[in-house]
């Protein structure tokens, strides 16, 4: 168990914010990313850092707020990540296959993944939209009443931010053997190598996307390592040769 007075390492994490509309609530968030450690702020949209609410609403942590970074676009916030983890209250259907999701409480512990990790937020009024969680690797939920499921943005990530940093601070719920995890280039050259496999097979064409799909939400959920990403690209592409030898 760690001492009280060794703070966990979350120099790895980053909070994005999808378009968030309320200049206040991009303060909240600073305030409790302080609260727990948090250091790394990103926004995607309009610059709110020097909002007077934003300003006021930060209070003492006003060198996160300062620091974010602004971007335009989530996908160039989220080019240098390593994994993306976003949140959502919008859970699919029982037999959707479209995201692939996670209860809060099992995510793995950030802090022994190595590489850069974003936990992405969407607005405040309708969340992340399809496009930009299919942007992301995984998306978890937090565990909420059936009759109103939807959070606040920064209270949701305060609960987060609070599951993550408690969880640490125990050194029970963790397993404290640090991976080194796949990067995206290297779970995308899975992908990549799979889908190829995928269309050589009989699989009706409308269920192949379903297939590839499906496929990637158990990477994701796997959270595997750079040995384990280059093991499969090489044994899925043995395979694809295999198949293509066979055919011809």
Known sequence: MQNETEQPDFSNLFVVLVWPENAGNVGFVARVMKNFGFNHLRIVGDDVRNDQYAQMFSVHAKDVLNDAGVFDDLEDALDDMDLTWASSARAGGRLSVTRALVPLPELPNPTLLEGNIALVFGRESAGLTNEELALCDLVFTIPTSREYRSMNLSHAIAVTLYDIYRRTMDGNDFEQVRHAVATKRQREQVYMFFDELVEMTSLKEFKKP????????????????????????????????LVEENRS
């Open 210 to 241: 379903i297939a590839k799909q499906v496929f990637k939400n158990l990477l994701a959920r796997a959270y595997i390592t750079g040995r384990e990403a280059a093991t499969m690209t090489g044994t899925i592409r043995r395979i694809k040769e």
